[in-house]
């Protein structure tokens, strides 16, 4: 089975701060990944898939990178809808698997 | 508008069985494959199954395998979750979400379904 590992777990950031999150793969899964955002007492949202590519309806400060083992997710200007548990998650081969999450707070 | 509404959940003993049940709405079914995803109370999200648009191709977690059965009635517009031999572990938020094989995720959930198993 692919591990994804995220990191951080969580951090604390203000509104207007650039917060970088990464996930890395066990193995490699070229642009198979995809991240979510999900709100307490809500269902996952998808933000990204294919690594970078951009979910209709989701905003532009909202950006994916990376291939092989390494991506990023990147909100350029934090605002404060997004507080919120990010999650990546490969689909180069089941079973499926999500990381473990990142927990964005207000600082 | 894209709806998947699922339903089933409940309290059941451990060793029990539940079905639950996903109907979608908005959208074509039988084009989508389809997943359920579950979540533990307060942890992360963990594939449960996956089921192609046919039905024909099944995969399944581990954790699961032997215990769970998914299925689907295209005809009805809905899919199913046949959980036996229940385990506190499999205490969740079930979401079936509909999943591109093409590309690798998942657009749209629904709300989700609460299991609970304990004595």
């Known amino acids: 089975d692919i591990q994804m590992t995220q990191s951080p777990s969580s951090v604390s950031a203000s509104v207007g701060d650039r917060v970088t999150i990464t996930c890395r793969a066990s193995q490699g899964i070229s642009s198979w990944l995809a991240w979510y955002q999900q709100k307490p007492g809500k269902a996952p949202k998808l933000l990204i898939y294919?690594?970078?590519s951009l979910q209709s309806g989701v905003p532009s400060r909202f950006s994916g990178s990376g291939s092989g083992t390494d991506f990023t997710l990147t909100i350029s200007s934090l605002q404060p809808e997004d507080f919120a548990t990010y999650y990546c998650q490969q689909a180069n081969s089941f079973p499926l698997t999500f990381g473990g999450g990142t927990k964005v707070e207000i600082k | 508008e894209v709806q998947l509404v699922e339903s089933g959940g409940g309290l059941v003993e451990p060793g029990g069985s539940l079905r639950l049940s996903c109907e979608v709405s908005?959208?074509?079914?039988?084009?989508?494959?389809i997943n359920w995803v579950r979540q533990a109370p307060g942890k992360g999200l963990e594939w449960v199954s996956y089921i192609s648009t046919s039905g024909y191709t099944i995969h399944y977690a581990d954790s699961v395998k032997g215990r769970f059965t998914v299925s689907r009635d295209n005809a009805k517009n809905s899919l199913y979750l046949q959980m036996n031999s229940l385990r506190a572990e499999d205490t969740a938020v079930y979401y079936c979400a509909t999943y591109s094989g093409s590309y690798g995720q998942h657009d749209y959930w629904g709300q989700g379904t609460l299991v609970t198993v304990s004595s």
């Open positions: 908005g959208f074509t079914f039988s084009s989508h494959e």
């Open positions: 294919v690594a970078s």
